[in-house]
């Protein structure tokens, strides 16, 4: 199993430009999250998805983020316009719950992205 | 409101000692609660949970520790190796939210030879 895949690994932007962050989830898995980590208030949820469908956003900064998924598999998180505090890396995260595990999730590798 | 407190942004032990990494919540709906570590350039893995009707939790040298009173959880690592040296995250839910996690800011463990 290739595990979350995350494209891409790095992303510098110049402030006013549009930046696009792709997850493929892990097959099988029905949840899928997207998280921002910063030195001040660590893992942020921005948002999830529970089968396709956005069940809470309320992580989501302001109108200039948005969040898809256009299949079962693949999501993607958009900045525009992107401005520099919004430097930070991306995480998204699946699962699929279990009882011995019921909330364990699966994190890829994270998009650093760099506003300028 | 950070509703999951890690304190102490770094740690410091020495190789074969034991390391205490504490969190502190203040949610009181939530049931369960997950350790992750997460090593530089890498996205975060899971490392060991405990559920609210438990104290403790033990899987090898990592041991959860509980107290609902006091809205307190540690991890115990014993010993300690260099290769636990990373960023560990703690993380508390309700697991009637469909698995949503609330994470704290982290601590920097370093183990030191």
């Known amino acids: 199993d290739a595990g979350v895949i995350q494209s891409p690994r790095h992303e510098v932007t110049e402030m006013g430009q549009e930046v696009t962050l792709r997850c493929k989830l892990i097959?099988?898995?029905?949840?899928l999250f997207w998280y921002r980590q910063t030195m001040m208030r660590g893992l942020e949820l921005l948002i999830y998805?529970?089968?396709?469908?956005?069940?809470?956003d309320s992580g989501m900064p302001e109108d200039r983020f948005s969040a898809k998924m256009p299949n079962a598999s693949f999501s993607t998180l958009k900045i525009q316009p992107s401005e520099p505090r919004d430097s930070a890396v991306y995480f998204c995260?699946?699962?699929?719950?279990?009882?011995?595990?019921?909330?364990?999730?699966?994190f890829g590798p994270g998009t650093r992205l760099t506003v300028l | 409101d950070q509703q999951v407190k890690q304190n102490s942004p770094s740690l410091s032990v020495q190789e074969g000692r034991i390391s205490i990494l504490n969190c502190d919540y203040t949610?009181?709906?939530?049931?369960?609660f997950l350790w992750y570590k997460k090593y530089p350039a890498e996205g975060p893995t899971f490392l060991i949970s405990?559920?609210?009707?438990?104290d403790k939790n033990e899987d090898g040298r990592f041991t959860v520790f509980l107290n609902k009173s006091a809205k307190h959880l540690s991890l115990h690592i014993v010993p300690s190796q260099p290769g636990d040296s990373a960023v560990y995250f703690c993380?508390?839910?309700?697991?009637?939210?469909?698995?949503?996690?609330?994470f704290g800011t982290g601590t920097r463990l370093q183990v030191t030879l």
């Open positions: 949610n009181s709906m939530f049931d369960y």
């Open positions: 998805f529970n089968n396709n469908v956005p069940i809470d």
């Open positions: 405990i559920s609210s009707i438990k």
């Open positions: 097959s099988g898995h029905n949840s």
């Open positions: 995260a699946s699962s699929s719950p279990r009882p011995s595990s019921p909330s364990e999730q699966f």
């Open positions: 993380a508390g839910t309700n697991t009637g939210t469909a698995s949503k996690l609330t």
